[in-house]
């Protein structure tokens, strides 16, 4: 079991920044790969970007590659999501979530068991 609570959502202007954090828990945290999807309102879940727990490689959606930056602690089981340059196109709920699994693309909601609350991100123009 994993679980996992977000923070660091907000509003910001076009252009500014922000750090999301989800702290992962639980017997299976450490060896997690993770990732952050969002989601708009009646729209599926998007990928975002995600790290795997063994050495760390990432990859990122192309409309966020180059602004956003995915990262873990390990040994704090902690992950973030440093965006830069926002858009307003960036606003969504942000969805931290973990898998110990490896038999669905990285970028499918379906690889993943555990997943946080979410956390609002809004973007004004």
């Known amino acids: 079991q994993v679980r996992l609570v977000e923070s660091g959502g907000g509003l910001v202007q076009a252009g500014g920044s922000l750090r999301l954090s989800c702290a992962a828990s639980?017997?299976?945290?450490?060896?997690?790969?993770m990732a952050w999807f969002r989601q708009v309102p009646g729209k599926g879940r998007e990928f975002v970007a995600d790290?795997?727990?063994?050495?760390?490689?990432?990859n990122y959606v192309d409309s966020v590659n180059g602004r956003f930056t995915i990262s873990r602690e390990n040994g704090k089981n902690v992950m973030y999501l440093q965006m830069n340059n926002l858009r307003p196109e960036d606003t969504a709920v942000y969805y931290c979530a973990a898998t110990t699994r490896a038999n669905s693309p990285y970028y499918t909601p379906d690889l993943y068991d555990y997943w946080g609350q979410g956390t609002q991100v809004t973007v004004s123009s």
């Open positions: 639980g017997r299976a945290a450490s060896h997690s790969d």
């Open positions: 790290v795997t727990w063994n050495d760390g490689s990432t």
